[in-house]
């Protein structure tokens, strides 16, 4: 049984403006749109809109680093957005973290909402290679109402342009 069976849909309010800050800000994607992937014809929340691909690899430093940016930005913003839940991989001594950051209910976990809670290892695995972060609700036909959440680009924009805390440390240390 798929969990959408609403019909293919376009990207929901909340993506496609998720979309147009991150290509704005994020030079990675934007030298590479195909590097964000939101509809896929699966009969998942893909299909329904409410769900976006950013494809960075977690085993790659570089791409890493602008992730774990993402997600930072991502978290302080989610008054403002609204996001359901975020799938990622953090790697310890080679071992992998699969978590999630569950921003709505009904998802949760014991760590709380907008903290890394521990996710499956089948679902884990398959979040090595990109971030997945949705506006999903549980329900198979119809978008939730904080799907249709709008203006946070510019914010968004803004706090992605910020330097990255490790630099701004590292900087005070430099004479
Ligand atoms: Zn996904």
């Given at each position: 049984?798929?969990?959408?069976t609403?019909?293919?849909?376009?990207e929901?309010?909340a993506?496609?403006?998720?979309?147009?800050?991150?290509?704005?800000?994020?030079?990675?994607?934007?030298?590479?749109?195909?590097?964000?992937g939101?509809?896929r014809?699966?009969?998942?929340?893909?299909?329904?809109g409410?769900?976006?691909?950013?494809?960075?690899?977690?085993?790659?430093?570089?791409?890493?680093?602008?992730?774990?940016?993402?997600?930072?930005?991502?978290?302080?913003?989610?008054?403002r957005?609204?996001?359901?839940?975020?799938?990622?991989?953090?790697?310890?001594g080679?071992?992998?973290?699969?978590?999630?950051?569950?921003?709505?209910?009904?998802?949760?976990?014991?760590?709380?909402?907008?903290?890394?809670?521990?996710?499956s290892?089948?679902?884990?695995?398959q979040?090595?290679n990109?971030?997945?972060?949705?506006?999903?609700?549980?329900?198979?036909?119809?978008?939730?109402?904080?799907?249709?959440?709008?203006?946070?680009?510019?914010?968004?924009?803004?706090?992605?342009?910020?330097?990255?805390?490790?630099?701004?440390?590292?900087?005070r240390?430099?004479?």
């Amino acid at each position: 049984m798929s969990e959408w069976t609403g019909g293919t849909r376009s990207e929901c309010p909340a993506v496609k403006e998720l979309r147009d800050a991150l290509t704005v800000a994020v030079p990675l994607l934007a030298a590479d749109p195909k590097k964000i992937g939101t509809i896929r014809n699966d009969g998942s929340r893909h299909t329904a809109g409410l769900a976006m691909d950013i494809m960075l690899d977690s085993r790659d430093s570089v791409e890493k680093s602008v992730a774990d940016d993402i997600i930072a930005a991502l978290v302080d913003l989610h008054a403002r957005m609204r996001w359901a839940d975020l799938i990622y991989t953090d790697w310890n001594g080679g071992k992998p973290f699969y978590f999630h950051i569950p921003g709505m209910p009904p998802f949760g976990g014991p760590r709380g909402m907008l903290k890394k809670n521990p996710t499956s290892k089948k679902l884990g695995r398959q979040h090595e290679n990109h971030i997945h972060v949705d506006w999903w609700s549980g329900n198979p036909t119809t978008w939730p109402a904080h799907a249709s959440t709008k203006g946070f680009k510019t914010a968004l924009v803004a706090r992605l342009q910020q330097p990255p805390q490790w630099l701004v440390d590292y900087m005070r240390t430099v004479p």
